[in-house]
């Protein structure tokens, strides 16, 4: 469940820290598509809050290729 008062969009040291990841590894799986990103100008990539519960959800239920 999302909080209403946390930000729907995530940098990528939040992205990371949310995971519990380092920020090279979450840019590795944003690269094979396993993360997904999207990317805003040509620097900024965001990623969705929900989208990223979603992806883990799908990691530990093992449907990740």
Known sequence: VVNQ???AFLR?????RCL???KR???DLTDKGII???KVGR???LYSR???I???LKFQSGKVV
Not at 12 to 16: I, T
Request: proline share 15%; net charge neutral.
């Open 50 to 52: 929900q989208e990223l």
């Open 12 to 16: 990528p040291p939040e992205a990371a």
């Open 25 to 27: 590894h979450l840019k």
């Open 43 to 45: 620097k900024l990539m």
């Open 54 to 56: 979603k992806a883990i």
């Open 36 to 38: 997904p990103g999207c």
């Open 5 to 7: 008062t946390e930000p």
């Open 20 to 22: 519990s990841i380092s």
